[in-house]
């Protein structure tokens, strides 16, 4: 819980520092959510305060990629724009900003796309108390 409130925190320190304030996001029209008990456990980049941009998004990131079972990606965009496209089922796509996140589904193959010259995002790897991780044994 405290990595997705630090990445709330620094996404309105990076739009007070450009001026701006900070608007509360909301889930992208027509993107799936996630439980309401997830906990983060990991950030990309690993530094608060950094964020990825059109030039240090990895290129695993812009490719065909997945999460681990019980795993649910959220995906912040706290400035510019982001392409999170669904390479499963209709193969839907959905722009990312700093008005709307994107929650990549456990399992589900997508890759996601700068759109804009200015995108600074950031992804936090999230899993619930009530669905195991692929990864973690039983306790």
Known sequence: LLLVFGIFTAAAAYAWSRGRRAPVATLADGMQGMPSDVVAYKRVPATEGEFFTQETLPKLLRQRHNT????????????????????????????????????????????????STD?????????????????????
């Open 68 to 115: 681990k079972a019980g795993v649910w990606g959220k995906i912040v965009v706290v400035a510019g724009a982001l392409l999170y496209t669904d390479l499963e089922g209709d193969g839907a796509e959905f722009l990312l900003t700093h008005r709307h996140y994107g929650v990549a589904q456990p399992k589900l193959y997508h890759k996601v796309t700068p759109q």
């Open 119 to 139: 995108m600074a995002a950031t992804s936090s790897s999230t899993t619930s108390p009530s669905t195991p991780r692929a990864d973690v044994a039983p306790a």
